[in-house]
Structures are given as structure tokens and as C-alpha cells.
């Protein structure tokens, strides 16, 4: 029998040399399994649950963006935090994407074990996807804790991604007003 999670972080306090029967950490593994199950929640969900058919008809073809979208994501190197935020723009055709839901597909594609790469890639795949938009523009800010806690230990550096779908790649002057709008153009 497969022991539990909380079984598995009491193995983990023994194996950094804590005692899991001392006070303060007798219910942590059941706390930690539990955290654990939340920040990974994302492997519980799936595009059509999230979107949830909050697809409306519109006859815009200008850019939406929705920036300073907050994230959480565990690293999958080392199971540490790492945190920012995302900006997403697309240019519809003929759908626009209820608002709440694309901080909903960052949330989906962040609560993974992740790198912040394939992040970036998978929320432009699902918001193209989802709206069916020709272009799609994403750009994660994000600190991550791997590099701030142990290893080189960098406090004030941060991880820029971009993907850039359409217009957004093949078009200079729509990467660049899209770039003014989250104020990251030079």
C-alpha cells in the first residue's frame, strides 16, 4: 500500500532531522499534505471546466489585455515558490473571454510543478485555444525562490518570459503597443 502524503512529509521531517511527535510539528505533515494538494490543484482542472462557457460574441478586434495577474507556481526542480505576476493580451475574432476567467487559466497552469518557460507557453496555447484568437501575447514576471534561498542566492533578481502568437510575433508595431500597455516597451 502507497503511504499517504502526510505519511511521506513526516518521512521528510525524520529525513532533515526533526522530530515529527515534538509539539510544534505533530499535525504538520497532515498540514503540509494538505498545502501541497492546493498548490497542485491545477492538475485537477481542465480548459473547458475553467472558461465554464464565459465565451461572449463581439465585433472588437482590438487588443484586450489583462496585466498584473498574480502568480504562485512551485518549481519543479525543487519544489520551491516561485512568485509574480502575468500579463495576457489577445486580439479577438468574433469571442471575447469573460475577464475572471483568464486569471482563472493562469491559476490552472500555475497550481503545477512548473518552469516558468513552459508556463508562459501553456497559458498562450489555452487563451488562443479557449477564444479562438489568432494572437495571443503573454509575459510572466517572477521571483523565484530557488535562486533566492539556497544555490546562488540572488534576492533582487527576477525571470522575465514572454510568448508571443500572430501578430504579436510577426508585427512589430502590435508587440510594441502591446509591450507600451503593460509598460515594459522601451
Request: proline share 3%; charged share 25%; net charge negative.
Amino acid at each position: 500500500m502507497k503511504p499517504s502524503l502526510a505519511d511521506q512529509y513526516r518521512e521528510i521531517l525524520v529525513g532533515v532531522g526533526e522530530n515529527p511527535e515534538r509539539e510544534g510539528l505533530l499535525d504538520t505533515p497532515a498540514r503540509a499534505a494538505k498545502a501541497m494538494q492546493y498548490l497542485c490543484n491545477g492538475y485537477t482542472m481542465d480548459l473547458e471546466n475553467v472558461v465554464n462557457g464565459a465565451l461572449f460574441e463581439s465585433q472588437s478586434d482590438e487588443m484586450v489585455v489583462v496585466r498584473d495577474i498574480e502568480l504562485y507556481s512551485l518549481c519543479e526542480h525543487h519544489l520551491l515558490p516561485f512568485i509574480g505576476k502575468a500579463h495576457v493580451a489577445y486580439i479577438p475574432t468574433g469571442r471575447v473571454l469573460g475577464l475572471s476567467k483568464v486569471a482563472r487559466v493562469v491559476d490552472m497552469f500555475a497550481r503545477r510543478l512548473q518552469i516558468q518557460e513552459n508556463l508562459t507557453k501553456q497559458i498562450a496555447d489555452a487563451i488562443a485555444r479557449a477564444t479562438d484568437a489568432a494572437s495571443v501575447a503573454v509575459v510572466i514576471e517572477a521571483k523565484h525562490m530557488c535562486m533566492m534561498m539556497r544555490g546562488v542566492e540572488k534576492q533582487n533578481s527576477v525571470m522575465t518570459s514572454s510568448v508571443m502568437l500572430g501578430a504579436f510575433r510577426d508585427n512589430s508595431a502590435t508587440r510594441q503597443e502591446f509591450l507600451q500597455l503593460i509598460g515594459r516597451a522601451g
